[in-house]
Structure formats: C-alpha cells, structure tokens
C-alpha cells in the first residue's frame, strides 16, 4: 500500500517550453502532496506543500508563477515548469501524506528527470 | 529552526563491513526521525523510522536508536552487501514537515 506514481519519469524539453509533471497517490487519499527538487549529489530542497483544494504554499526563493502546482484532487497533483530554461534541469520528487487517518508520514513518488535543452 | 546532519560521503565499505552513517539533529518538541534510501535514478524509500526517545527502527539488517539526550539517529549496519550502496538521507518531522539532512553516499565494493 501508499503507493504514489510520477509521470513522466523522465522529459526532455526545449527552452521557453512548459512541462508538466503528475504526481498521483494510487491507494490512498492524499489531503497534503509535497514537491521537492534535487540537484546532483545534493539532498531534497522543499519546493512547495499543496492541500487539495487550495492553493500551493511555497518555500522562500521559489518562484510561484515559474512552478505552478495544482492539487485538484486528493489523488493528484501537478507541478508544471512554465517557461522552461536548463537551469530549470533537475530531478523532482513528489510526496504524499494521507489524510489524519494515515499519520503524518510522507511516501515518495519515484522522481522525475527534467533536462531543459 | 529544524536542521538535520550527517556525516559527509563517499563512505567505501568493503562487502561484509561493519557500517554506521552518523545523524544528528535539531529541533524544537518531539520530532519523528526517519532513514531513507535512494537507489541511482530513483526516488526516496522509507527504510526505517522512529517516533519517540529511545525507540529503535529497524529494516532489512539496518537499525537506528533515537537518542534524545545527544540528538542523534545513527544509522548502522553489521554486514554490507554490494546491493546496499545508495544514498542515504536522514530526516525528521516537525509540524508535519519534513527536514532531510545532506544525505551521505555508500559504496559496497565486492
């Protein structure tokens, strides 16, 4: 169980394009979804947490109108790259945490490779 | 505010070596601490968590104690394989959020 899935798992895109990326929680309803971002050899850097049905909270430094996320249902969310540039390449990872019922841990999705040319 | 620390990489273990990963931790209240693994390309996996003082995860050989008087959640290993190099970060939740450490890179040589 807590399976959570990512699509695409990897994406390669020219620059000034928008990507989207879904982050979907198979077996459980996720009231809270997370992104994240990784760059090579470092560790996650929280991008922003989203609750169904309202809008995103975003970490300091993260641009909200470059990183739109939205969080529609309680099965999905999605994080979209507006205006995509190579120092937007990175790995992202989403996460999903259940609702009160489920505690407060977060199962991660498996990534997803963005490489802007 | 919260922060996580571990000790830096590359860690170089032969197959069968005793392994321990340091962690130590800051946080207000009474945080859950976790251990996770991410294999090349891959996302995060939980593998081991604990949730109060004194508590011991466990997972797959791997173990870790919650040490609230040194702040600390050692991660260690009494006999790595080659399937074991990952990197592992170390992580607490406070206020429902999650704080990883830098995470620390092993490599299992055969």
């Known amino acids: 169980g807590a399976v959570v899935s990512q699509h695409p798992s990897r994406v390669i895109c020219k620059s000034g394009t928008s990507v989207k990326i879904e982050c979907r929680s198979l077996d459980f309803q996720a009231t809270t979804m997370f992104w994240y971002r990784q760059f090579p050899k470092q560790s996650l850097m929280l991008m922003a947490t989203s609750n169904e049905g309202s809008k995103a909270t975003y970490e300091q430094g993260v641009e909200k109108d470059k990183f739109l996320i939205n969080h529609a249902s309680l099965t999905l969310s999605t994080l979209t790259v507006t205006s995509a540039h190579p120092e937007d390449s990175s790995f992202y990872i989403c996460?999903?945490?259940?609702?009160?019922?489920?505690?407060?841990?977060?199962?991660f999705g498996p990534g997803t490779r963005l490489t802007v040319l | 505010g919260n922060s996580v620390t571990q000790m830096e990489g590359p860690v170089t273990l032969s197959e069968e070596a005793f392994l321990t990963i340091n962690c130590t931790y800051t946080?207000?209240?009474?945080?859950?601490l976790f251990w996770y693994v991410q294999y090349p390309g891959e996302g995060l996996q939980l593998l081991l968590k604990a949730t109060k003082a004194d508590d011991k995860g466990s997972n797959k050989g791997f173990e870790a104690t919650y040490r609230k008087e040194t702040t600390s959640f050692h991660l260690e290993k009494g006999s790595v394989q080659v399937s074991d190099s990952a990197v592992y970060f170390c992580?607490?939740?406070?206020?429902?959020?999650?704080?990883f450490g830098g995470g620390t890179r092993l490599m299992v040589k055969p």
């Open positions: 996460s999903a945490r259940p609702g009160t019922s489920g505690g407060n841990e977060q199962f």
């Open positions: 946080a207000t209240g009474y945080p859950s």
């Open positions: 992580a607490l939740n406070a206020g429902n959020m999650l704080t």
